[in-house]
């Protein structure tokens, strides 16, 4: 759950935004961005489908493998709930690039490496994947995720 | 090919911009967007990596699954070659959404439709994948693919 935290120091920032108080926005920004990461890959590693739609916006949007896009908290909720129902996660998440697009918007390139077991037979499986998170900022300050697509890096059966 | 175009003008632009230049600024990324995803499209059908490739960045991430990220020009030209020596597409995409983030950024949602079929045994299978996107606008005014993730939207097998 720490890794995000340590790669935070080599994660390049492509902003446009260039002056002094710029910077440190970003930089607030990165802060708060990796915390809701850090708190995704909790909320995932525990199964916790109710706080893992907290990080995200009330009409983000969950794009996982094989299923269409899921809009919106209660969509989120069932996507999340079921996954959870089918395998329980072990990810460890790494950040790869956050770039802080403008005051209110961001991007996310992470990839996350584990395990997953199966609730129908107990089975470990191993879990690699590559996600691109759109991150937008709400009027309390709050940065959450607002689209997020991934899939899996393993090369396919 | 005409889908984007046809789609477009039932897009929301959910960006921050909204004075009257910022609106107009907004439409014309939008229309040059759309423009590249016709492009993207034409391309992929025509299994041209070299023309796909050119709608990106120099430093465009390319995220398909079952592969690890594909970082750059030569890197991109070698994965959509290595694809379209195996699998040549019939692809319809539709726009579901562009969010213009700043000046420089934006984002943009689709999916897509239609048909793969295998170089190795001349099977066509059907294609149905989303696909989510980070555009960057360049020093010349030009939009490009800056990051792109994917994933099929059909059962898995």
């Given at each position: 759950m720490t890794k995000f935290t340590k790669t935070l120091a080599a994660v390049a920032v492509l902003g446009g935004l260039t002056s002094g108080a710029a910077v440190a926005q970003n930089a607030d920004a990165e802060t708060q961005i990796v915390a809701v990461l850090d708190r995704y890959?909790?909320?995932?590693?525990?199964s916790n489908a109710a706080a893992v739609v907290?990080?995200?916006?009330?009409?983000?949007v969950f794009m996982?493998?094989?299923v269409p896009a899921q809009i919106g908290t209660d969509a989120l909720l069932a996507a999340y709930g079921g996954f959870f129902q089918m395998i329980s996660f072990n990810l460890d998440f790494t950040?790869?690039?956050i770039i802080?697009?403008?005051?209110?918007?961001?991007?996310?390139?992470t990839?996350?490496?584990?395990?997953g077991t199966l609730a129908a037979n107990g089975v470990t499986i191993p879990q690699a994947n590559q996600e691109l998170f759109v991150f937008e900022r709400n009027d309390s300050g709050?940065?959450?995720?607002?689209r997020y697509a991934f899939n899996s890096t393993l090369a396919a059966n």
């Open positions: 890959e909790a909320a995932l590693n525990s907290e990080l995200y916006t009330a009409d983000g996982p493998p094989n950040v790869v690039e802080v697009a403008s005051e209110d918007w961001a991007f996310v390139r990839h996350s490496d584990g395990t709050e940065w959450k995720i607002a």
